[in-house]
C-alpha cells in the first residue's frame, strides 16, 4: 500500500480503493448469481419445474459475461496500481474465485438440463440421500463466500473440512444407483441421469473448496491446495 502512495499520492490510493471496493461488489453479485442457480437448479429437480429449469439454463449468459468483466477489470487494476501483499492477494483470489464462480453455474445449468431430462420419470423417487448431497454442496459454496467477505481462514478450511462428507455421500449414492441400473432399460436411464446430478453436485463441493483455499491464500499468504482437508 506505500508502494502505491508513494507512486501516486493519496489521490491514487484513494482510486485504488475504489476500484476495489466495486470489484468485490462485482464479485458478491456474481456469487450470489451462482449461489442461486445452483439452488434454483435442485428446487427444479425436486419439483420438476421444467420453466425453472429452463430459467436456470437461460441466465448462465450473465454469470459468463461477469466472469469476463471482472477478468479484465483485474488485469487492468494490477497494471495500473501495481499492488503488493494483501492487496495483490485479494486481487488474485478475485481472479481465481470468479473462475470458480463461473464453473458453479456450468454445474447448475448441468443439473437443470438433466432435471428436464428427468421430467419423463416423475412417477420415479430420487435416491432418498440426494437432497442430503445438494444441501451439503449448497452450504459449502455459500459458506466459502462467506469465509471470503469475513476475511476468515478458520471458516475457509471448515469448507475444505466438509468436502470428506460430500465425497462420501457421492460414493455410496453413486454404488446404490449402479446396483438399481440392473432393473431394466428404464432404471438405467433414470440411475444415469441421478448419476450425473451426483457428480456435478460433487463438483460443486470441490469448486467450494477451492474458493476456501483462495481465502486462506489471501489472508495469511499460505498455499493450501492438495491439502486443504489438514
Same mark, same amino acid.
Given at each position: 500500500m506505500a508502494e502505491i502512495t508513494a507512486r501516486g499520492g493519496t489521490e491514487k490510493? +484513494?482510486?485504488?480503493? /475504489?476500484?476495489?471496493k466495486g470489484l468485490q461488489g462485482r464479485?458478491? &453479485?456474481?456469487?450470489?448469481?451462482a449461489l442461486q442457480a445452483v439452488s434454483r437448479s435442485t428446487t427444479a429437480l425436486w419439483q420438476r419445474d421444467a420453466e425453472l429449469a429452463r430459467q436456470v439454463i437461460g441466465g448462465d449468459k450473465v454469470i459468463n459475461e461477469l466472469e469476463e468483466e471482472i477478468d479484465a477489470a483485474v488485469v487492468r487494476v494490477? &497494471?495500473?496500481? /501495481?499492488?503488493v501483499a494483501m492487496d495483490l492477494r485479494l486481487l488474485m483470489a478475485i481472479d481465481h474465485i470468479i473462475v470458480e464462480l463461473e464453473r458453479l453455474g456450468d454445474l447448475a445449468v448441468n443439473i437443470a438440463e438433466e432435471s428436464l431430462e428427468l421430467q419423463r420419470f416423475r412417477d420415479r423417487e430420487f435416491h432418498p440421500d440426494l437432497p442430503r448431497l445438494a444441501q451439503a454442496a449448497f452450504a459449502m459454496s455459500r459458506q466459502s463466500m462467506l469465509a471470503f467477505t469475513q476475511r476468515n481462514p478458520q471458516l475457509a478450511r471448515e469448507v475444505c473440512r466438509a468436502d470428506a462428507e460430500v465425497d462420501e455421500? +457421492? !460414493?455410496r449414492?453413486?454404488?446404490?444407483?449402479l446396483a438399481d441400473m440392473e432393473g431394466g432399460q428404464e432404471a438405467v436411464a433414470f440411475g444415469h441421469s441421478q448419476i450425473t446430478i451426483v457428480r456435478n453436485l460433487e463438483r460443486?463441493? +470441490?469448486?467450494?473448496t477451492n474458493i476456501a483455499e483462495q481465502v486462506v491464500f489471501m489472508?495469511?499468504?499460505?498455499?493450501? !491446495?492438495h491439502r486443504c482437508q489438514e
Open positions: 490510493l +484513494d482510486r485504488f480503493h /475504489q476500484e476495489l464479485l458478491l &453479485a456474481m456469487a450470489e448469481l494490477i &497494471a495500473l496500481y /501495481q499492488p455421500l +457421492d !460414493r449414492i453413486i454404488k446404490k444407483l460443486a463441493a +470441490d469448486h467450494a489472508v495469511e499468504g499460505e498455499i493450501i !491446495r
